[in-house]
């Protein structure tokens, strides 16, 4: 495809997004009860960037068009390493190193770094199949929110503990069978 034919199909992309976005404020101002219903799957439910990006890419295209332009080089490739494991609430401790450096384990996107109760210092990670991953106890994190991340990449520090989590559609998984 020609350098012109990619920007064309980027610009009539661009242009349809910002058509469904206005038609949806249009609604929302419109109708209160659409506005409600609306908020509630917006600021009470957690948004689910996979099927957004499924639906996108069915109606619309590959959502993915810079990643054919952009070539990177992973320089932090690492695998999860700890000493032992426990149970701890609605998932797993860890036990790691002092400054233990936390490689992601699955791709996808970030949608919470905060502080969460029992887990200080969190940070929640959408995978690509959908779970959300939590690592808890990270410090100096290297992601910011909304980002995609890679398996193997960089998420930040642990000191000797870190605590796992994994959820789907705010149901607690058995963290064994996400585990690496």
Do not use: C
């Not at 206005?22 to 960037?49: G, P, Q, R, W």
């Not at 996108?56 to 590959?62: A, E, L, R, S, W």
């Not at 080089?73 to 450096?101: A, C, H, M, Q, R």
């Not at 992601?143 to 930040?156: A, N, Q, R, W």
């Amino acid at each position: 495809m020609k350098k012109n034919n990619v920007g064309t199909i980027f610009f009539i992309k661009l242009l349809i997004s910002i058509v469904i976005t206005l038609i949806i404020l249009i609604i929302i101002k419109a109708s209160s009860d659409f506005k409600n219903t609306f908020y509630k799957h917006i600021y009470s439910n957690n948004i689910s960037f996979i099927k957004l990006k499924e639906v996108y890419n069915k109606y619309i295209g590959d959502f993915d068009i810079f990643d054919k332009v952009v070539k990177t080089e992973t320089v932090f490739n690492e695998e999860l390493i700890y000493d032992s494991s426990e149970v701890y609430l609605d998932g797993v401790k860890l036990s790691v190193s002092s400054n233990y450096l936390v490689p992601i384990n699955e791709s996808g996107i970030v949608v919470f770094i905060g502080e969460k109760e029992n887990y200080g210092n969190t940070v929640i990670i959408q995978r690509i199949d959908g779970i959300d991953e939590w690592y808890g106890n990270v410090e100096n994190v290297n992601v910011k929110l909304y980002d995609y991340v890679s398996e193997g990449e960089l998420l930040g520090e642990a000191n000797d503990n870190l605590y796992l989590v994994y959820k789907k559609d705010g149901n607690v998984l058995n963290y064994e069978e996400y585990l690496k």
